[in-house]
T-cell receptor, first 115, second 114 residues
């Protein structure tokens, strides 16, 4: 149980385009999902917390207009990187938490490369 | 503010040897504690967690961890390491109740020699 998927697993795009990454909880309902960014050989940096049906809460320094998060259902959250630039290239990982379980289960990550 | 320290950036062990990865935390109360493992290019997999009760917790893949309140530690152990255990290991904490954000250590990279 507690499986989280992400799609796509890797994406290459041109500078200036937008990219959408999906995060799905496959076998449980997740009222809360989280989006992280991981730089090479670094730990995870929380970008935002997403609650189903409400606006995401962004961490300090994360541009909410650039990283659009939508949590439209109890099993799906999306992260859209708008007007992507090479510095947005990174490994993006989502996690999902089942109500009352207080444990985050992570997706396999999405490697974004912006040319 | 809460913090997590993993003192060892990189550990190398031989296959079949025992393993201990250290984790110390700083938090006002006893937090919820987690160990995750990340293989290259992959997401994080939960190995085990401690919320309360028995201070020795068993996880998947033969791992265990012991919570020591007096030392603010939550060290991860495995009696016999397999080559497939080579990965990055992250200790993480969250406040009791899980309502705050997860705070990660910087990770320990494990290399396993044949």
């Amino acid at each position: 149980g507690a499986v989280v998927s992400q799609h796509p697993s890797r994406v290459i795009c041109k500078s200036g385009t937008s990219v959408k990454i999906e995060c799905r909880s496959l076998d449980f309902q997740a009222t809360t999902m989280f989006w992280y960014r991981q730089f090479p050989k670094k730990s995870l940096m929380l970008m935002a917390t997403s609650n189903e049906g409400s606006k995401a809460t962004y961490e300090q320094g994360v541009e909410k207009d650039k990283f659009l998060i939508n949590h439209a259902s109890l099993t799906l959250s999306t992260l859209t990187v708008t007007s992507a630039h090479p510095e947005d290239s990174s490994f993006y990982i989502c996690s999902a938490m089942e109500p009352g379980q207080e444990t985050q289960y992570f997706g396999p990550g999405t490697r974004l490369l912006v040319l | 503010a809460q913090s997590v320290t993993q003192p060892d950036i990189h550990i190398t062990v031989s296959e079949g040897a025992s393993l201990e990865l250290r984790c110390n935390y700083s938090y006002g109360a006893t937090p919820y504690l987690f160990w995750y493992v990340q293989s290259p290019g992959q997401g994080l997999q939960l190995l085990l967690k401690y919320f309360s009760g028995d201070t020795l917790v068993q996880g998947i893949k033969g791992f265990e961890a012991e919570f020591k309140r007096s030392q603010s530690s939550f060290n991860l152990r495995k009696p016999s390491v397999h080559w497939s255990d080579a990965a990055e290991y992250f200790c993480a904490v969250v406040g009791p109740g899980g309502s705050e954000k997860l705070v990660f250590g910087k990770g320990t990279k494990l290399t396993v020699n044949p």
